[in-house]
């Protein structure tokens, strides 16, 4: 604790940045300590706490809490003092975790060291002590999981639902996440993809993960996101609350969602909007996420696998060739409207004609027969302007004007409402809600305009 306190003492700045300058340069041992900040963002507000439904009492745990970056997350997004509790085995890292605490204004935190699966130092009596928030960013595939205990026979009953395998402790942090979860907890986990098709006894313990209904939702997240390691990671969220109610599982492939970072992948804000925005609301998004009901993960032909890619195709559109086209000459019509009945589907540029009606007849125009024959060839279509002219071509047709008009009216729209707000900021305000509030009021202006993602703007 005194050490801490002198740590403070000599960072007049934001020690917490300076780790996570430092975490890209760490040796593959102690990267595992730290959790990316925009996972941790996506994980604290996937489990469901928010000034609304947390209070005083509210506890959050994490198992494996390393420097204490998830825990922090968590109590941003309750927006108050809650109750913090972690175990961290390096004993270096634990005295970090304190240290960030009390720079964060939690003092009153209280990680504890050691072994979480060997000697568990949260209990009431001889049971794990539970919580309302259980979060955590165990090491990936622990070989050495076991040391220390004998899983057939624990004290704290977390391997009920079998013993993972002696070499791949994932499952283990997961049991004793579920097991440290109040009846009405949530929680999430961030595991390496192979918890959701791994084999043998790990199959046991899925399908038992399935059954339970405590399975609220996975999302996949983009490879080498993570320090010390390249492998893809995903989140599984947790929530016991409406288990019983549960019909089956929201799964997000959020893989292609990110921007390199130097060596690194990294998640951009739209990324992180994006899926938490997509998880909340449980919207089934094509190529992107789905709610896949229990009937189909039971199926003979799934048994309880869980691999994203079997739910969500998220591969690029096929670039399909046409090889009358090749020979002939000409643009295959479906290449310019598409072809929702094709398998898999051709989208085309359909949404741009829906736009652009007129535009897209004055670009193409039917394809002759060749020869000297009357007629047009099915299906095939040819430039009505020189390649040359296809740009100004658009850029000077009234339907591109109206659009161009529709989004500047929208883009000004959103301007004159938050120009008092940011005139208004005060020195006193909250920089981080102004920025939220007028990047949310922008996300909610450009969902009303046509072939722009919101997200991007």
Not at 156 to 174: E, I
Request: charged content about 25%; aromatic content about 8%.
């Amino acid at each position: 604790g005194s050490l801490a306190v002198e740590s403070v003492a000599a960072f007049p700045w934001n020690g917490w940045q300076a780790c996570r300058g430092i975490s890209g340069n760490l040796a593959p041992e102690y990267a595992q300590f730290y959790t990316p900040s925009e996972v941790s963002r996506v994980i604290a507000q996937v489990i469901g706490i928010s000034p609304e439904t947390a209070v005083a009492s509210t506890t959050a745990y994490d198992p494996t809490c390393g420097s204490g970056s998830l825990l922090l997350k968590v109590a941003a997004e309750a927006g108050k003092h809650i109750t913090l509790e972690g175990q961290e085995k390096d004993v270096t890292t634990a005295g970090l975790a304190r240290m960030n605490m009390i720079l964060h204004d939690f003092p009153t935190a209280n990680i504890l060291n050691g072994n979480t699966l060997a000697n568990p130092k949260f209990k009431d009596g001889e049971q794990l002590r539970t919580y309302d928030y259980v979060v955590a960013n165990p090491p990936f595939s622990d070989k050495g999981w076991s040391a220390g205990l004998t899983p057939e026979d624990d004290p704290w009953q977390r391997f009920a639902w079998g013993a993972p395998p002696a070499k791949q402790g994932d499952y283990a942090y997961l049991l004793h996440i579920v097991r440290s979860m109040k009846s009405s907890g949530k929680g999430a986990v961030i595991l390496p993809h192979g918890v959701l098709f791994r084999g043998h006894a790990e199959a046991v313990i899925r399908k038992q993960l399935v059954r339970s209904g405590y399975l609220k939702g996975i999302i996949g997240l983009p490879a080498n996101l993570f320090y010390g390691t390249g492998i893809p990671a995903c989140i599984l969220v947790l929530d016991k609350e409406n288990a019983r109610a549960r019909k089956g599982i929201f799964m997000i492939d959020a893989s292609k969602s990110f921007i390199k970072d130097g060596n690194k992948n990294r998640l951009r804000e739209q990324d992180i909007h994006r899926i938490v925005d997509t998880f909340k609301k449980q919207a089934d998004v094509a190529r992107y996420a789905r709610r896949v009901p229990f009937d189909e993960i039971t199926d003979p032909k799934n048994d309880f696998n869980l691999n994203l890619p079997r739910y969500i195709d998220s591969s690029a559109p096929e670039d399909r060739h046409d090889l009358h086209a090749h020979m002939n000459g000409g643009i295959p019509e479906r290449d310019i409207d598409g072809d929702p009945a094709a398998i898999p589907p051709v989208p085309g540029l359909a949404a741009y004609w829906q736009v652009f009606p007129d535009l897209r007849q004055r670009l193409f125009s039917p394809l002759p027969l060749a020869g000297e024959g009357p007629g047009v060839r099915a299906g095939y279509t040819h430039l009505a302007v020189d390649p040359s002219a296809i740009k100004p071509t658009i850029l000077e047709h009234d339907e591109f004007a109206a659009f161009r008009r529709r989004i500047t009216a929208l883009f000004d729209d959103w301007r004159s409402r938050n120009r008092p707000v940011l005139k208004g900021f005060g020195v006193n305000g909250q920089p981080k809600a102004l920025i939220t509030e007028i990047g949310e009021d922008l996300l909610e202006t450009f969902r009303a305009a046509p072939l722009l993602d919101p997200y991007d703007i």
